[in-house]
């Protein structure tokens, strides 16, 4: 689980003694590069980065939703893994609101205080690509949509 990133280029690497076209992919969040090759895209959860009408349903759901408080502790975490290991917008969205709301009424413990701080980075940095803005600006909208 990485989060949003770019296509820098595409490369011919050999590897192995195996000649391979890869996708070089910048990940912004993390400072991180990797090289994918074209033909084990299908293998990987790599998906295009979502439109600005369907991040507008995102920003909608994310400010009028409510968490599901019937669930215990590990039910809710077992269900937020799931969502973030997805790597759908909506669902990371939702671990974002959810767990901001739940510190709001008590602390999270550590598990859940990581599981917030890496879906708001995803969420973070497809944000930003969509709109294009700075991280900054897209942690920015993310918190006072949460007011």
């Given at each position: ?41 299908s293998n990987t959860k790599i998906r ?100």
């Amino acid at each position: 689980m990485q989060g949003a990133a770019v296509i820098d280029s595409i490369e011919e690497k050999v590897i192995q003694g195996v000649t391979q076209q890869y996708y070089i992919i910048n990940i912004p969040s993390s400072n991180l590069k990797l090289m994918v090759p074209q033909g084990n895209v299908s293998n990987t959860k790599i998906r295009l980065v979502e439109d600005k009408e369907y991040l507008s349903n995102v920003l909608d759901d994310f400010s009028n939703g409510l968490p599901d408080d019937s669930l215990s502790w590990k039910q809710k975490y077992d269900t937020n893994m799931k969502k973030l290991k997805s790597g759908e917008l909506l669902a990371g969205a939702q671990v974002v609101r959810d767990l901001t709301l739940q510190s709001r009424e008590k602390p999270l413990n550590p598990s859940e205080r990581e599981m917030l701080d890496m879906a708001k980075r995803m969420f973070v940095g497809e944000l930003s690509l969509i709109k294009g803005i700075s991280q900054l600006e897209a942690t920015e909208l993310i918190d006072s949509a949460l007011k």
